[in-house]
């Protein structure tokens, strides 16, 4: 069970706008910034949006990232076949000793 | 270009331990920590904890302390991670990925990250 919760699916189809959720608590996301990371299949995770809206360089415009409370959002606008992928959100969380979070992870179906 | 490579796959029997290595290069390499995240087949992401390439100093997931050791050498730019008393759980594969943080923003993010080390743990 992730601390971090996530849809385990999305879809879409080519052209589309799709947004992906992350629920976390007040101990993580509602006082830590979130980051995002995509994961292509067979590969390792690559970082998509850090401090809830800022795209590293290289990263489309296509994706950005939101965040209100204890909740992050992820859009992908103008949905491409080389979008499908698993998305994951991360966040710190202050409680106990402090770690990284993870959501479940979501996995993105382009139709 | 900034690069972190990991050493190849592992097979471990339950009890044993295991040493991943990750090389850095493109990069200062005690500039900046190095966190390692594992991933069991078919699951989502865990971190593991991380270790800062200037000092040494550590901060480990509390599910994972008395078992994990991360280590540097800032001689060949490499971080190790070690994790002791396999069990089957263990399964996974680890990465490891640097450890970006904006002191002023105080914001944290991972980037890049290795190519990942898959470790069996089976009798």
């Known amino acids: 069970q992730s601390v971090l919760t996530q849809p385990p699916s999305a879809s879409g189809t080519p052209g589309q706008r799709v947004t992906i959720s992350c629920s976390g608590s007040?101990?993580?996301?509602?006082?830590?910034?979130v980051n995002w990371y995509q994961q292509l299949p067979g590969t390792a995770p690559k970082l998509l949006i850090y401090?809830?809206?800022q795209r590293p360089s290289g990263v489309p415009d296509r994706f950005s990232g939101s965040k209100s409370g204890t909740s992050a959002s992820l859009a992908i606008s103008g949905l491409q076949s080389e979008d499908e992928a698993d998305y994951y959100c991360?966040?710190?969380?202050?409680?106990?000793?402090?770690?990284?979070?993870f959501g479940g992870g979501t996995k993105l179906t382009v139709l | 270009q900034v690069q972190l490579v990991q050493s190849g796959a592992e097979v471990k029997k339950p009890g044993a331990s295991v040493k991943v290595s990750c090389k850095a290069s493109?990069?200062?390499?005690?500039?900046?920590?190095i966190s390692w995240v594992r991933q069991a087949p078919g699951q989502g992401l865990e971190w593991m904890g991380w270790?800062?390439?200037?000092?040494?100093?550590?901060n480990y997931a509390q599910k994972l302390q008395g078992r994990v050791t991360m280590t540097t050498d800032t001689s060949t730019s490499t971080a190790y991670m070690e994790l002791r008393s396999l069990r089957s759980d263990d399964t996974a594969v680890y990465y490891c990925?640097?450890?970006?943080?904006?002191?002023?923003?105080?914001?944290?993010?991972?980037?890049?990250w290795g190519q990942g080390t898959l470790v069996t743990v089976s009798s």
């Open positions: 990925a640097r450890k970006n943080v904006d002191i002023v923003a105080t914001i944290v993010w991972f980037d890049p």
């Open positions: 493109g990069y200062t390499f005690t500039s900046y920590g």
């Open positions: 270790i800062s390439a200037y000092n040494g100093n550590t």
């Open positions: 007040s101990s993580n996301i509602g006082s830590n910034t």
């Open positions: 401090s809830n809206n």
């Open positions: 991360a966040a710190w969380d202050d409680s106990l000793n402090g770690s990284w979070v």
